[in-house]
């Protein structure tokens, strides 16, 4: 079993700056995928950036060269960076990892980015 608990979310005007933090019950290691989506109303939900064990990140393209995955192993937590923030990112943003085949997803951290 898996938790994610996910935080960092909020109020921002566009061009502001957030940093997400999803905390793991398991070492991130453990994880053969970690990742963050988003889901906007109306829409479907949507990958926004992820890594696989070893491996190097990947992002959508619309947060390019604005958002930035990381991690801290000793804290078991993943980081998502996101600056020059726009409208458009305007969305519940979920963590997500997959364990031993199952993919686990934490409860969402709403953010917000006003005009």
């Known amino acids: 079993q898996v938790q994610l608990v996910e935080s960092g979310g909020g109020l921002v005007q566009a061009g502001g700056s957030l940093r997400l933090s999803c905390v793991a019950s398991?070492?991130?290691?453990?994880?053969?995928?970690m990742g963050w989506y988003r889901q906007a109303p109306g829409k479907q939900r949507e990958v926004v950036a992820g890594?696989?064990?070893?491996?190097?990140?990947n992002y959508v393209d619309s947060v390019k060269g604005r958002f930035t995955i990381s991690s801290d192993n000793a804290k078991n937590t993943m980081y998502l960076q996101m600056n020059g923030l726009k409208p458009d990112d305007t969305a519940v943003y979920y963590c997500?990892?997959?364990?031993?085949?199952?993919?686990?997803w934490g409860q969402g951290t709403q953010v917000t980015v006003s005009s």
């Open positions: 997500n990892a997959l364990y031993f085949g199952y993919y686990y």
């Open positions: 398991r070492s991130i290691g453990s994880f053969n995928f």
């Open positions: 890594f696989s064990s070893g491996g190097s990140p």
